[in-house]
């Protein structure tokens, strides 16, 4: 069994930062890429950052140069620093690893739980 386990997130007025964690634990042999998705009510999940096992990241344009994504390979974690949030930031935010549970596996796309993230105006 894999299980991503997310904490952080709240309510922040607009300006303000948040970091975001996410564990992955259980069977797992390697972890490639990890990210994070958020869904606002009435919108697709969209991708906001995404991390490769090398470190080289990618951001949404609505994020670059407030948001970071960086990990912990070491413990598993993936984090997500956000500053100078908006109002339009709000959203359920989801983690996302595509993880190998053995040499042999093909890998297999893992969620967390999701979080609320609210940010007051």
């Known amino acids: 069994q894999v299980q991503l386990v997310q904490s952080g997130g709240g309510l922040v007025q607009a300006g303000g930062s948040l970091r975001l964690s996410c564990a992955a634990s259980?069977?797992?042999?390697?972890?490639?890429?990890m990210g994070w998705y958020r869904q606002a009510p009435g919108k697709q999940r969209e991708l906001v950052a995404a991390?490769?096992?090398?470190?080289?990241?990618n951001y949404a344009d609505s994020v670059k140069g407030r948001f970071t994504i960086s990990r912990d390979n070491a413990k598993n974690t993936v984090y997500l620093q956000m500053n100078s949030l908006k109002p339009e930031d709000t959203a359920v935010y989801y983690c996302?690893?595509?993880?190998?549970?053995?040499?042999?596996?093909?890998?297999?796309?893992?969620w967390g739980q999701g979080t609320q993230v609210t940010v007051s105006s």
């Open positions: 996302n690893a595509d993880i190998k549970r053995s040499p042999l596996h093909s890998g297999y796309n893992y």
């Open positions: 259980g069977s797992i042999f390697s972890i490639n890429a």
């Open positions: 991390i490769t096992s090398g470190r080289v990241t």
